[in-house]
């Protein structure tokens, strides 16, 4: 909602043809997903669950510092990897057509306190299909922080940048909570709506095994090493929170990346969809190892216009979906990691305070977000 | 404590160091094959049998426990990156000394999984397996003289019954298009060699299809023997009208290998309530194509209703059967077989 709308010159035909072509991609990659998609994966999978446990085992012996941040890195990757280029993906049904029950979005379960059938839920359903809409997206500040200027401003934004660095230090539970709409379920009546109260003892189960795992079993494991051990996990889960919110906060928070309105979306075609997706994510640049850590989340844009294709095929579909940015004029919003996190986080700064009204019909826009 | 109660609280630690994962999601890196896994099976070699069929040699998991003559096993094989189903008799004998077992394939056009297994397996893949099962097998006591009546690939439950067991008195009447088509043709003529089988082979490019009538003079005491047929739905067709003219249809034992799908009409809206997704079927589709359409995790099998891998619960609504246009409605435990089964208007299928 910035000022000029930066798809203005666009007829509604272009808009549409657009559509056509995004569509056209999509199919080429669907029907030549094979045996080599389906070997990535699983090999992938494996290496992970390697790494896990080599790192688990390396760390039996943490009181011997190096082995402290051989171990606590190697889970920290594994973590990570977990968590974005396996669990993420697996969850979006990208390798679905495997017919592989082990590596199926109804079956899998990741290294995070959210289950993931609530986590898929919050994040396939709303968030990829309202992407950036405000008050529909509850990935757009995490309803904790002002993202855009013609959000109402409230003194408690003021806090928002230690909100944020919070959030991304215990990442996993902010997830978790708004997977579950705290915000919203913590009212009265609400707290007692038994499907409510079933989701919430769902993820009270995940969290208490999580860290059952983390913070007792393995220290208790290392015996000698329990401290160490236990420093080592709490640390590789900081380590995957910070990393995973980064990545994240890269996708639809730098400058350049536009919100939507509530009322903008209705009737909304396949070509205005994906015209929203373009112009709500943003890309990280970078080399292979980057895109292979951000979980190919590096490719936001490309994975926002389709959230279900495998994710290693990502990187040449964006080689045609930028082609197209440059034929429709439209800005392809991408840099390295350290640039996007820094404009993220400029604009976290920015918005924190409040900033002039903007000038067209603001009364009724703001109507539009307390209705939110 | 007794060792059992060791050995699950062992396992319920294990499950807490694992968690999210199961201690078996690690043990499967290194041990696929183990006792306690899912079923699995790694081909170890692929043998040509004629131009478009091939003997495959698997070596089970440690959970498989063996077979009867004349069963099949579901077998999930990746084509393509993608999991598929199919169901084939089991040709070797019950006891082979290595503990192996093989599946003959014959490729059928535009059939993924035979193709793939006949042109493009490998040794050391791993497939998925289920337990052998299927009531085409020899009975307890002796028959005196018995009958195997087959047609094409319907040679592969009948060859595991002869290689498992020797009877006085065996008759094949077996139907391929040319000489050259007969899987097992060499073996075949071995045992005729050592008189431990007699053959009549039908070749349908030059004698034309089998007329089942010619079996009077072909076996003339065809009505005495205890017979098992195999192979496609015209011949089994004709076979049980001939045996029940003849009023010894209890002598006929038969295997269908492709149902024989009548087009039905309706079609309707299909859920897939566990995964929430909810698409148009027509009403010739069967609802198992329909669900992998969508992306759903649809169990199967041999996809032509004989082996209900692919039985579901109905949750509401109902479907059309394919082959008997029988209509089933929605009640509490009603299961059905998907791949048969067409929408009949709007349904609810638990997948
Ligand atoms: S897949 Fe065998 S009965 Fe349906």
Request: hydrophobic share 40%.
């Amino acid at each position: 909602m910035t000022a000029i709308d930066p798809t203005a010159h666009l007829t509604a035909e272009q808009i549409e043809e657009l559509g056509r072509e995004l569509d056209a991609i999509r199919d080429e990659v669907i029907a030549s997903r094979g045996e080599k998609d389906a070997a990535y994966i699983r090999k992938v999978i494996s290496a992970q669950r390697t790494l896990e446990l080599v790192s688990r085992g390396v760390l039996l012996f943490s009181f011997f510092p190096p082995a402290w941040l051989i171990g606590t890195a190697g889970l920290s990757v594994a973590k990570i990897m977990d968590n974005m280029e396996i669990g993420h993906n697996v969850l979006h049904g990208q390798w679905d057509w495997m017919r592989d029950p082990k590596i199926h979005s109804t079956t899998w379960e990741w290294d995070h306190v959210s289950p993931s059938d609530q986590w898929r839920h919050s994040h396939n359903e709303l968030h990829h299909t309202y992407t950036n809409v405000i008050g529909k997206d509850n990935d757009l500040g995490y309803g904790i922080m002002r993202v855009d200027e013609d959000q109402k401003w409230h003194p408690f934004h003021l806090g928002q940048p230690l909100w944020n660095f919070i959030n991304a230090c215990f990442f996993e539970y902010g997830i978790a909570a708004y997977d579950l709409e705290l915000g919203k379920n913590l009212h009265k009546q609400r707290r007692k709506n038994p499907e409510f109260r079933a989701r919430a003892k769902a993820v009270g189960r995940k969290i208490r095994k999580q860290v059952l795992k983390d913070y007792v079993i393995h220290p208790l494991l290392s015996g000698p090493s329990f401290l160490t051990t236990l420093a080592a996990t709490f640390t590789a889960n900081l380590v995957r929170n910070i990393w995973s919110h980064s990545v994240i906060m890269c996708g639809h928070f730098p400058e350049g990346v536009q919100v939507f309105e509530r009322r903008s979306i209705k009737g909304e075609t396949r070509g205005q969809w994906y015209l929203r997706q373009m112009m709500g994510s943003a890309n990280i640049s970078g080399s292979r190892a980057m895109h292979f850590m951000t979980g190919n989340l590096s490719h936001q844009i490309e994975h926002h216009l389709f959230p279900d294709l495998p994710s290693n095929r990502y990187a040449e579909v964006a080689v045609r979906v930028r082609a197209l940015f440059e034929k429709y004029e439209l800005e392809y919003v991408t840099g390295p990691l350290p640039k996007q996190v820094f404009s993220a986080w400029h604009k976290v700064f920015r918005l924190s305070l409040p900033n002039k009204k903007p000038k067209v019909d603001a009364p009724d826009r703001e109507q539009e977000l307390v209705a939110a | 404590m007794t060792s059992a109660a060791l050995r699950s609280g062992a396992w319920k630690l294990l499950e807490m160091i694992t968690t999210p994962l199961l201690p078996s999601d690690y043990l499967d890196l290194v041990s696929p094959l183990r006792a306690g896994a899912d079923l699995r099976g790694r081909i170890e070699a692929v043998h040509p049998e004629t131009g478009d069929a091939a003997t495959i040699v698997i070596r089970p998991g440690r959970g498989w426990r063996g077979h009867t003559a004349g069963q099949y096993v579901r077998i999930g094989v990746d084509v393509d990156g993608r999991r598929l189903w199919r169901a084939y008799s089991i040709t070797s004998p019950t006891n082979r000394q290595d503990g192996r077992v093989t599946i003959t394939v014959k490729a059928i056009p535009d059939g993924k999984v035979s193709n793939h297994l006949v042109h493009r397996a490998k040794p050391g893949t791993l497939v998925q397996l289920d337990q052998p099962t299927g009531d085409f097998v020899l009975p307890k006591a002796q028959p005196a003289k018995v009958l195997y009546l087959t047609a094409g690939s319907g040679i592969t439950p009948v060859m595991g019954m002869l290689r498992d067991v020797e009877f006085d008195d065996v008759v094949m009447v077996h139907c391929a298009p040319q000489p050259q088509d007969v899987i097992f043709r060499n073996e075949l003529h071995d045992l005729v060699a050592d008189e431990k089988l007699r053959l009549t082979e039908v070749h349908t490019d030059t004698d034309g299809v089998l007329d089942i009538a010619r079996l009077d003079e072909l076996v003339p005491d065809w009505a005495d023997r205890e017979t098992w047929a195999c192979g496609p739905a015209g011949l089994l067709d004709a076979a049980e009208e001939f045996w029940s003219e003849h009023g010894v249809e209890e002598r006929l034992h038969t295997e269908r290998f492709r149902p024989s799908i009548v087009v039905a009409g309706d079609g309707g809206e299909v859920t897939f309530s566990a995964t929430g997704k909810t698409v148009d079927a027509d009403g010739a589709t069967p609802l198992l194509d329909v669900g992998e359409e969508a992306g759903v995790l649809m169990p199967s099998g041999c996809r032509m209703g004989i082996c209900f891998g692919c039985v579901t619960p109905l949750r509401a609504g109902a479907v059309r059967d394919l082959r008997t246009g029988e209509i089933t409605e929605a009640e509490p435990g009603v299961l059905i077989q998907t791949c048969v089964s067409a929408a009949a208007g709007t349904c609810d299928i638990e997948r």
